[in-house]
C-alpha cells in the first residue's frame, strides 16, 4: 500500500495516520477500532472536566465577606488588591479617603491584607472594596474574644471627659486599630481615684492623658458601637487560680449572690465568690430579650443558680431564668389532655401548623393531626388567620409544648370527656342563674274611694 506522507489533505483530515516510520501502516481494513472517534471522545471529556474543575475553583466575592487580598499597585487615586476569583478588586473615592496618610504609607505592592466586599459588581464592573471597614470588623470579633477570654491589656490613657477616661482598646493587638473604649469614673482603680483632685473634667483627669493603664473589656455592643472597659476589674489577684479555687467549690443547683461585671451580646458575666460565670443570654429570663442590658447593668446585685461547671475548660455556668416563676406553667393552668379549645392558625410549616390559643400560648397541629386523609401539607387544609376548634391531645410542661389535632375533635374516644365538660359548663351556668332574685309578681294596688 502507497501512502502519501505528505498529502496535505491528508494530514489535515486524518491527523492520527501521520507515520515517521515506514513501518508504520493504517489499520486493517474491516477493523473496529476507531482512533478518531476515541480521541475526540477523549478530548471531549477533558474538556468538559476543565471546564467543571475551573467553575468549581471560581471563589466569587459576597457584598459583606471579609477576604484576603495582595496589593497589586498604589496610586494616588486608587489601590488596586488582588483578591482571586481571577480578579481584582478597588479601594478609591470615599474609601480611600478614609485612610491617613500614615496607614497609606505603610502599605506597600506584594503586601496581604484583609479587605471588606462593598460590592462584588459595580457599575463599570469593578469589586469595590474598603480597608477600614475590614480594620473595623476584625477589631470588633478582637474585642469580643477578649470579654470572653478575661483579657487584661496594657494600653494608654488618650483622653477624657465629663463621664470618664478614653484608652485606645486593645494596646497590644494592632488589628484593633481605630477602636476607643471608654473607662467609667466608677471603674477607675482605687490608687488612681485617690489622685483625682479638682471639680472640672480637666482638673481631675488632664494630668491622667498620656499614663499607661491595665484595663479589661466589661461591656461590647457592635450595634451601637459602645465599648466599655474597667481598670478596677483589672486589678484584681490573679483571676486564673481565684477561679481555680472557686470551681473546686461550686456545686451544680447551688444559689449564690453575685455582681455583673460586663455585658456581651451573648449574655452577662456574673462574679460569684470571686470567678466569672457566664449567664447566656436565653438563661436571663423566660421573655424574650434581645441583650443583656433590658435586663441586668453592670455592678447590679443579682442571685443567680449554678447550672453548669465544667472544670476542664475552667467555665462556669449560671441562670437567672431558673430561680424565677415560669409564667408559661401559669398560662396553661386552664388546658387539659381532651380539652376542646379554640385557636388561630398563625404558621404553616412542612411538618404541620401552629395555632394561637391564648396571647402568649400556642400549640402545634401535627401534621398527622391535621386530616383523616393523607396530606403533603398543611396548606391543603388550613390557611393562616383560619379559626379553628381543636383538640388539646397533649402537654408538655418542660419543653413548654402543647400537642393539638383537627381530626380528633369529633373523636369517639373523647365523648365520655366532652358529656362530662358540657355537663359541668350547664352546672356552672345553673349556679350563676340561682343568685338571681326571683321574680315577684306585681301586687295590685286599690284606690280608696
Given at each position: 500500500?502507497?501512502?502519501?506522507?505528505?498529502?496535505?489533505?491528508?494530514?489535515?483530515?486524518?491527523?492520527?495516520?501521520?507515520?515517521?516510520?515506514?513501518?508504520?501502516?493504517?489499520?486493517?481494513?474491516?477493523?473496529?477500532?476507531?482512533p478518531q472517534g476515541e480521541q475526540?471522545?477523549?478530548?471531549?471529556?477533558?474538556?468538559?472536566?476543565?471546564?467543571?474543575?475551573?467553575?468549581?475553583?471560581?471563589?466569587?466575592?459576597?457584598?459583606?465577606?471579609?477576604?484576603?487580598?495582595?496589593?497589586?499597585?498604589?496610586?494616588?487615586?486608587?489601590?488596586?488588591?488582588?483578591?482571586?476569583?481571577?480578579?481584582?478588586?478597588?479601594?478609591?473615592?470615599?474609601?480611600?479617603?478614609?485612610?491617613?496618610?500614615?496607614?497609606?504609607?505603610?502599605?506597600?505592592?506584594?503586601?496581604?491584607?484583609?479587605?471588606?466586599?462593598?460590592?462584588?459588581?459595580?457599575?463599570?464592573?469593578?469589586?469595590?472594596?474598603?480597608?477600614?471597614?475590614?480594620?473595623?470588623?476584625?477589631?470588633?470579633?478582637?474585642?469580643?474574644?477578649?470579654?470572653?477570654d478575661a483579657v487584661v491589656i496594657?494600653?494608654?490613657?488618650?483622653?477624657?471627659?465629663?463621664?470618664?477616661?478614653?484608652?485606645?482598646?486593645?494596646?497590644?493587638?494592632?488589628?484593633?486599630?481605630?477602636?476607643?473604649?471608654?473607662?467609667?469614673?466608677?471603674?477607675?482603680?482605687?490608687?488612681?481615684?485617690?489622685?483625682?483632685?479638682?471639680?472640672?473634667?480637666?482638673?481631675?483627669?488632664?494630668?491622667?492623658?498620656?499614663?499607661?493603664?491595665?484595663?479589661?473589656?466589661?461591656?461590647?455592643?457592635?450595634?451601637?458601637?459602645?465599648?466599655?472597659?474597667?481598670?478596677?476589674?483589672?486589678?484584681?489577684?490573679?483571676?486564673?487560680?481565684?477561679?481555680?479555687?472557686?470551681?473546686?467549690?461550686?456545686?451544680?443547683?447551688?444559689?449564690?449572690?453575685?455582681?455583673?461585671?460586663?455585658?456581651?451580646?451573648?449574655?452577662?458575666?456574673?462574679?460569684?465568690?470571686?470567678?466569672?460565670?457566664?449567664?447566656?443570654?436565653?438563661?436571663?429570663?423566660?421573655?424574650?430579650?434581645?441583650?443583656?442590658?433590658?435586663?441586668?447593668?453592670?455592678?447590679?446585685?443579682?442571685?443567680?443558680?449554678?447550672?453548669?461547671?465544667?472544670?476542664?475548660?475552667?467555665?462556669?455556668?449560671?441562670?437567672?431564668?431558673a430561680l424565677l416563676d415560669d409564667?408559661?406553667?401559669?398560662?396553661?393552668?386552664?388546658?387539659?389532655?381532651?380539652?376542646?379549645?379554640?385557636?388561630?392558625?398563625?404558621?404553616?410549616?412542612?411538618?404541620?401548623?401552629?395555632?394561637?390559643?391564648?396571647?402568649?400560648?400556642?400549640?402545634?397541629?401535627?401534621?398527622?393531626?391535621?386530616?383523616?386523609?393523607?396530606?403533603?401539607?398543611?396548606?391543603?387544609?388550613?390557611?393562616?388567620?383560619?379559626?379553628?376548634?381543636?383538640?388539646?391531645?397533649?402537654?408538655?410542661?418542660?419543653?413548654?409544648?402543647?400537642?393539638?389535632?383537627?381530626?380528633?375533635?369529633?373523636?369517639?374516644?373523647?365523648?365520655?370527656?366532652?358529656?362530662?365538660?358540657?355537663?359541668?359548663?350547664?352546672?356552672?351556668?345553673?349556679?350563676?342563674?340561682?343568685?338571681?332574685?326571683?321574680?315577684?309578681?306585681?301586687?295590685?294596688?286599690?284606690?280608696?274611694?
Open positions: 500500500m502507497y501512502i502519501h506522507l505528505y498529502n496535505p489533505a491528508y494530514i489535515f483530515y486524518q491527523p492520527e495516520y501521520l507515520v515517521t516510520d515506514h513501518n508504520q501502516a493504517l489499520p486493517a481494513e474491516g477493523s473496529d477500532r476507531n475526540n471522545h477523549a478530548n471531549n471529556q477533558t474538556m468538559e472536566s476543565l471546564l467543571n474543575e475551573q467553575e468549581l475553583n471560581v471563589d466569587l466575592p459576597q457584598a459583606g465577606e471579609i477576604r484576603k487580598g495582595t496589593i497589586a499597585s498604589i496610586s494616588p487615586s486608587q489601590i488596586l488588591i488582588s483578591i482571586g476569583a481571577k480578579s481584582e478588586g478597588v479601594v478609591s473615592g470615599r474609601e480611600l479617603d478614609q485612610l491617613t496618610p500614615a496607614e497609606i504609607e505603610a502599605l506597600s505592592v506584594g503586601q496581604e491584607i484583609h479587605v471588606f466586599v462593598i460590592n462584588p459588581e459595580d457599575a463599570n464592573g469593578n469589586v469595590v472594596l474598603s480597608l477600614k471597614r475590614a480594620q473595623e470588623q476584625i477589631s470588633w470579633d478582637d474585642v469580643e474574644k477578649l470579654i470572653t496594657e494600653t494608654k490613657i488618650i483622653g477624657f471627659n465629663k463621664g470618664g477616661l478614653i484608652v485606645p482598646e486593645g494596646g497590644l493587638i494592632a488589628a484593633v486599630e481605630g477602636l476607643r473604649g471608654f473607662l467609667p469614673s466608677s471603674q477607675i482603680g482605687a490608687l488612681r481615684r485617690s489622685q483625682i483632685t479638682g471639680d472640672t473634667p480637666e482638673q481631675k483627669f488632664q494630668k491622667m492623658v498620656g499614663q499607661p493603664i491595665s484595663i479589661r473589656v466589661i461591656e461590647v455592643d457592635r450595634e451601637r458601637r459602645r465599648l466599655i472597659v474597667s481598670e478596677r476589674a483589672a486589678s484584681a489577684e490573679s483571676r486564673q487560680s481565684l477561679k481555680e479555687r472557686v470551681i473546686d467549690e461550686l456545686q451544680e443547683g447551688q444559689v449564690y449572690t453575685g455582681r455583673v461585671t460586663s455585658l456581651a451580646n451573648f449574655g452577662a458575666f456574673i462574679n460569684v465568690n470571686g470567678a466569672d460565670g457566664l449567664v447566656h443570654l436565653s438563661e436571663l429570663s423566660w421573655d424574650h430579650i434581645d441583650h443583656p442590658r433590658e435586663a441586668l447593668e453592670v455592678g447590679q446585685e443579682v442571685k443567680v443558680k449554678v447550672i453548669n461547671v465544667d472544670r476542664d475548660k475552667k467555665r462556669i455556668g449560671l441562670s437567672v431564668r409564667p408559661w406553667h401559669a398560662r396553661i393552668v386552664k388546658y387539659s389532655v381532651g380539652q376542646l379549645v379554640e385557636g388561630k392558625i398563625t404558621r404553616l410549616t412542612k411538618f404541620g401548623a401552629f395555632a394561637r390559643l391564648d396571647e402568649d400560648v400556642e400549640g402545634l397541629i401535627h401534621i398527622s393531626e391535621i386530616s383523616d386523609q393523607r396530606i403533603e401539607h398543611p396548606k391543603e387544609a388550613l390557611h393562616e388567620g383560619d379559626v379553628k376548634t381543636l383538640r388539646v391531645i397533649r402537654i408538655d410542661a418542660d419543653q413548654h409544648r402543647i400537642g393539638l389535632s383537627l381530626r380528633k375533635v369529633d373523636s369517639a374516644a373523647f365523648v365520655d370527656k366532652d358529656f362530662k365538660m358540657l355537663t359541668a359548663e350547664f352546672d356552672a351556668e345553673e349556679e350563676d342563674s340561682s343568685g338571681d332574685s326571683p321574680f315577684d309578681p306585681p301586687t295590685e294596688s286599690t284606690e280608696e274611694n
